[in-house]
C-alpha cells in the first residue's frame, strides 16, 4: 500500500477503505508518511467529502491511535455533552453536575479558549486551586466518588488528532466537515463513553454562520455516532448574540453558580435544562425528554446540582468557597458601562466580534502562549429586540488595563446594530437531531 495511490483515490472521488485509513493514520502518526502528502490528502478531503462509512473508519482510527479510557468499572450510563464553541457558551458547568445529580455518570474532557470563543478550562481554572489535569486513573477515581469531572486532553488520548489538526490549521483545511466531525467525534469517543449530546452552535458567534452547514456538521457526528455504537444526539442552538449576560471566565463561573441556584437569565437556564434533559434521557434516567426536563429542575430545585458541582470542585483541588461568596473568584480591577450612541433597538450583535473584543481584553488568548486573565469580561445589558436609549449601557466592561479596555470597547461598538424597528427575537434552538 502506497500513500500516493489513497491520495489519488481520494482526489479522484472515490470511497477510501478503512484499511487505506488505518495506512495514512497511523503511517503519519509514527512519522513515515510525511507532512506534504498528509496535506494533499487533507486538501483531496477538502474537495471531494466523506462518506458516512469513511468518517465513522477515520474517526475510530483517530481513536486508536492512543489510549482509550476504559470506563467498564465506572458505574452506571456515561454520557458527555460537547459544544462545538461560541462566546458566554458555559452549559458545561451546569450540565455536568446536574446530571450526575440524577445518578449518571458524566466524563467530561473539554477544551480550552480558541479563537474568539471561550474554553471550559480557562473557566474551571478561575476557580483558585482547581485542577484540570487529572491522569487517567485520577480521572476514574474521581468519577466514581462524585460522578462527574473535568479534565483536558491527556498526551495519550487521540495523538493523531493534535497532529492532525495542527496540519489542517496550515493547510487552510480546518473548516471541512468531515474533518471536524472526526476531530471532535474522536476525541469523544476515546473518552469510553455510552453516549453523547452535541450542541452545534449557528449564527454570528458560532464557527459555523449558516443553520444548514450547522445541520450538516451535526448529522455526520450523529452518524458517526451511530457507526461507532454510540448513543448521540444533537441540538443546532442560536449563537447570533452571548449565551447569558455575562462573558469572561471568572464571570461566567458566577453566572453557573446562580442557574445552579434556580437563579440565572432565561436563554442560559433553558438551554442548560434541555441539554441536561437530552444527557439524562440518553443515560435512561427519564422514559421521555418531558420526564427528563422535570427531573433536571429537581435536581436544581432541591439543591443536589449545586451540591454535586461542589464535591466536584472539592475533588479536583477547587475552592469551595466561591460558591458562597463570589469575592473569592479573581476580581477585575475596574468595571466602565459601554454607552450606546443612538436610541433605537438592539437589531443584531456580530458575535464573533464581540469575542474577539474579549480577547483583546484579555479573556482569551490571541496567541496560542497568551496568559489568560480569568477577571475581566463584560456584563450585557441589551441583547437582539431590547429598547435602548442614547447613552444608556450597551455593556458593562469589567478589566485591569486601559489600553485593552479602549480598544475593546472601540470593537464591541461596531458589534452593535441599532435600528428604529425591532427584530423579530432569535429561536434559542433552532432543531434537534438524534
Given at each position: 500500500?502506497?500513500?500516493?495511490?489513497?491520495?489519488?483515490?481520494?482526489?479522484?472521488?472515490?470511497?477510501?477503505?478503512?484499511?487505506?485509513?488505518?495506512?495514512?493514520?497511523?503511517?503519519?502518526?509514527?512519522?513515515?508518511?510525511?507532512?506534504?502528502?498528509?496535506?494533499?490528502?487533507?486538501?483531496?478531503?477538502?474537495?471531494?467529502?466523506?462518506?458516512?462509512?469513511?468518517?465513522?473508519?477515520?474517526?475510530?482510527?483517530?481513536?486508536?491511535?492512543?489510549?482509550?479510557?476504559?470506563?467498564?468499572?465506572?458505574?452506571?450510563?456515561?454520557?458527555?455533552?460537547?459544544?462545538?464553541?461560541?462566546?458566554?457558551?458555559?452549559?458545561?458547568?451546569?450540565?455536568?453536575?446536574?446530571?450526575?445529580?440524577?445518578?449518571?455518570?458524566?466524563?467530561?474532557?473539554?477544551?480550552?479558549?480558541?479563537?474568539?470563543?471561550?474554553?471550559?478550562?480557562?473557566?474551571?481554572?478561575?476557580?483558585?486551586?482547581?485542577?484540570?489535569?487529572?491522569?487517567?486513573?485520577?480521572?476514574?477515581?474521581?468519577?466514581?466518588?462524585?460522578?462527574?469531572?473535568?479534565?483536558?486532553?491527556?498526551?495519550?488520548?487521540?495523538?493523531?488528532?493534535?497532529?492532525?489538526?495542527?496540519?489542517?490549521?496550515?493547510?487552510?483545511?480546518?473548516?471541512?466537515?468531515?474533518?471536524?466531525?472526526?476531530?471532535?467525534?474522536?476525541?469523544?469517543?476515546?473518552?469510553?463513553?455510552?453516549?453523547?449530546?452535541?450542541?452545534?452552535?449557528?449564527?454570528?458567534?458560532?464557527?459555523?454562520?449558516?443553520?444548514?452547514?450547522?445541520?450538516?456538521?451535526?448529522?455526520?457526528?450523529?452518524?458517526?455516532g451511530k457507526a461507532c455504537g454510540v448513543k448521540v444526539a444533537a441540538l443546532i442552538t442560536d449563537m447570533n448574540q452571548p449565551l447569558g449576560v455575562l462573558v469572561g471566565n471568572s464571570l461566567e463561573v458566577i453566572e453557573c453558580i446562580e442557574v445552579l441556584k434556580g437563579n440565572?437569565?432565561?436563554?442560559?437556564?433553558?438551554?442548560?435544562?434541555?441539554?441536561?434533559?437530552?444527557?439524562?434521557?440518553?443515560?435512561?434516567?427519564?422514559?421521555?425528554?418531558?420526564?427528563?426536563?422535570?427531573?433536571?429542575?429537581?435536581?436544581?430545585?432541591?439543591?443536589?446540582?449545586?451540591?454535586?458541582?461542589?464535591?466536584?470542585?472539592?475533588?479536583?483541588?477547587?475552592?469551595?468557597?466561591?460558591?458562597?461568596?463570589?469575592?473569592?473568584?479573581?476580581?477585575?480591577?475596574?468595571?466602565?458601562?459601554?454607552?450606546?450612541?443612538?436610541?433605537?433597538?438592539?437589531?443584531?450583535?456580530?458575535?464573533?466580534?464581540?469575542?474577539?473584543?474579549?480577547?483583546?481584553?484579555?479573556?482569551?488568548?490571541?496567541?496560542?502562549?497568551?496568559?489568560?486573565?480569568?477577571?475581566?469580561?463584560?456584563?450585557?445589558?441589551?441583547?437582539?429586540?431590547?429598547?435602548?436609549?442614547?447613552?444608556?449601557?450597551?455593556?458593562?466592561?469589567?478589566?485591569?488595563?486601559?489600553?485593552?479596555?479602549?480598544?475593546?470597547?472601540?470593537?464591541?461598538?461596531?458589534?452593535?446594530?441599532?435600528?428604529?424597528?425591532?427584530?423579530?427575537?432569535?429561536?434559542?434552538?433552532?432543531?434537534?437531531?438524534?
Open positions: 500500500m502506497r500513500a500516493v495511490d489513497i491520495i489519488r483515490k481520494k482526489r479522484d472521488g472515490a470511497a477510501l477503505s478503512r484499511p487505506e485509513l488505518s495506512f495514512l493514520v497511523r503511517g503519519y502518526s509514527a512519522g513515515g508518511i510525511p507532512d506534504y502528502q498528509l496535506a494533499s490528502f487533507l486538501m483531496a478531503v477538502f474537495f471531494r467529502g466523506m462518506t458516512d462509512a469513511e468518517m465513522a473508519d477515520l474517526t475510530t482510527e483517530m481513536k486508536l491511535s492512543g489510549g482509550v479510557l476504559d470506563l467498564s468499572d465506572v458505574p452506571g450510563p456515561r454520557i458527555d455533552k460537547h459544544s462545538t464553541g461560541g462566546v458566554g457558551d458555559k452549559t458545561s458547568l451546569v450540565v455536568a453536575p446536574a446530571v450526575a445529580a440524577a445518578g449518571i455518570t458524566v466524563p467530561m474532557i473539554s477544551g480550552r479558549a480558541l479563537a474568539h470563543t471561550g474554553g471550559t478550562l480557562d473557566k474551571l481554572e478561575s476557580i483558585p486551586g482547581f485542577d484540570v489535569r487529572l491522569s487517567p486513573g485520577r480521572f476514574k477515581e474521581a468519577l466514581k466518588a462524585v460522578g462527574a469531572a473535568l479534565i483536558g486532553q491527556t498526551d495519550d488520548l487521540v495523538p493523531a488528532d493534535r497532529k492532525l489538526y495542527a496540519l489542517r490549521d496550515v493547510t487552510a483545511t480546518v473548516d471541512s466537515r468531515p474533518l471536524i466531525a472526526s476531530s471532535i467525534m474522536s476525541k469523544k469517543l476515546a473518552e469510553g463513553v455510552d453516549g453523547l449530546v452535541l450542541d452545534v452552535k449557528t449564527g454570528s458567534g458560532a464557527f459555523m454562520k449558516q443553520p444548514d452547514e450547522a445541520e450538516a456538521l451535526a448529522r455526520a457526528m450523529v452518524a458517526i440565572g437569565p432565561g436563554d442560559l437556564a433553558r438551554l442548560c435544562e434541555e441539554l441536561s434533559a437530552h444527557c439524562l434521557l440518553l443515560g435512561e434516567a427519564a422514559e421521555d425528554l418531558a420526564g427528563a426536563r422535570t427531573l433536571y429542575r429537581e435536581m436544581i430545585a432541591s439543591g443536589k446540582a449545586l451540591r454535586k458541582f461542589r464535591a466536584m470542585i472539592e475533588w479536583q483541588g477547587g475552592d469551595p468557597g466561591v460558591i458562597d461568596d463570589y469575592r473569592r473568584l479573581p476580581q477585575a480591577r475596574f468595571r466602565e458601562p459601554l454607552l450606546s450612541p443612538s436610541s433605537g433597538f438592539v437589531r443584531a450583535m456580530d458575535t464573533e466580534e464581540m469575542g474577539i473584543a474579549m480577547c483583546i481584553l484579555g479573556a482569551g488568548r490571541e496567541t496560542v502562549d497568551s496568559a489568560v486573565n480569568h477577571a475581566v469580561g463584560m456584563h450585557v445589558h441589551k441583547k437582539i429586540g431590547d429598547r435602548v436609549e442614547k447613552g444608556e449601557p450597551l455593556c458593562t466592561l469589567f478589566y485591569d488595563d486601559e489600553a485593552r479596555r479602549q480598544a475593546a470597547g472601540e470593537r464591541l461598538l461596531r458589534s452593535y446594530n441599532i435600528s428604529g424597528e425591532p427584530p423579530d427575537p432569535p429561536t434559542l434552538i433552532k432543531k434537534t437531531i438524534s
